[in-house]
């Protein structure tokens, strides 16, 4: 394990060993989504931000040392992450700000963000010896599970709500993944996926649920920080939905403060559609 130290559970603060925990909280259960943690000090003393400059590797595996993987285990060779980072001036006059830059992760094998949690989760699978994949979703952390399982020739099973999408279920069928339609709410297909992983021991790549799609979305941050010379924006925005992006980005920003890498951890602001509020109500309403 690339010197992980530990999981640590955020709500009862317990923690365990990769070894011993695969997916949440023992004793929080579902709720008690964990973070990884690593051996800062050591990781400091061993790794130099400026050696960067001479890696080869154009894509999120760049940081390889930083992320949930042995040195010499495989990576799926699709190239995911290292995604442009523009300035947007006339973005900046129309809102009247000084600058403004745009992460274009659209630029992702399958159009999202979401493929750097997939290419990490197909990443783990393979350094176990899993030989299939799985997760609930209507949209885009399905396309990209499958997209990046199909580069590998790994199984994907995917639970969808007949409600979704039918361009998104044909971006599934698309790259070859068993997609089985659950006549019923998200929640439902959730708790069938995560059901049969823990059955059939297909390896589960549920938001919330896998500690490691997270170490996946942090590598935007990093990114970002690189980008930028290792200045950091005072705000970065954050489109948000159950919040795991959001909390990829802190936690890839948090990392390289740890490692002294950065001064500063920016202000982050998520924003939600109208149409999928839910934090964004919960906030308000202080639930
Ligand atoms: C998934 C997704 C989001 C929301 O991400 P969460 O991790 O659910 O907060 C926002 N924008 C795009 C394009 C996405 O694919
Ligand atoms: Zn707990």
């Known amino acids: 394990m690339a010197d992980i130290k530990e999981l640590r559970c955020p709500i009862c603060n317990r923690t365990y060993s990769p070894l011993d925990v695969t997916y949440t909280c023992p004793q929080c259960g579902p709720v008690g989504t ?7 000090e ?12 001479n890696e080869l590797q154009q894509s999120m595996w760049r940081y390889k040392s930083l992320l949930p993987i042995q040195a010499d285990s495989f990576v799926p060779p699709l190239r995911v992450g290292m995604t442009p980072f523009y300035e947007t001036s006339r973005v900046a006059e129309a809102l009247q700000l ?8 659209g630029q992702n094998p399958t159009g999202s963000l979401k493929d750097r949690a997939s290419a990490m989760v197909v990443a783990r699978a393979m350094e176990q010896g899993i030989k ?14 499958s997209g990046v399982a199909a580069s590998v020739g790994m ?25 089985l339609l659950v006549e019923d709410t998200y929640d439902v297909a959730f708790e069938l996926c995560s059901e049969m992983c823990l059955k059939e021991g297909w390896y589960c790549r549920n938001t919330g649920m896998n500690p490691y799609t997270v170490e996946g979305k942090k590598t935007v941050a990093y990114e970002i920080a690189e980008q930028m010379n290792w200045t950091v924006p005072d705000v970065v925005i954050v489109g948000v939905g159950d919040g795991n992006i959001i909390a990829g980005v802190y936690k890839g920003f948090w990392d390289l403060f740890q490692l002294g890498w950065i001064e500063r951890i920016p202000r982050l602001i998520g924003v939600q559609a109208s149409g999928s509020s839910a934090l964004a109500h919960a906030w308000e309403h202080n639930l």
């Open 132 to 145: 299939i994949v799985s997760t609930a979703s209507t949209g885009n952390a399905a396309a990209a599970l």
């Open 98 to 105: 000084k600058r403004v830059w745009l992460k274009d992760d």
């Open 155 to 179: 199984e994907v099973v995917i639970f969808v709500p007949s409600t979704a999408p039918e361009a998104k279920i044909a971006q599934l069928l698309v790259y070859g993944a068993t997609v």
């Open 34 to 40: 964990l973070e990884v943690l690593y051996n800062y």
């Open 42 to 53: 050591h990781l400091k003393a061993q790794l130099d931000r400026d050696e960067l400059r």
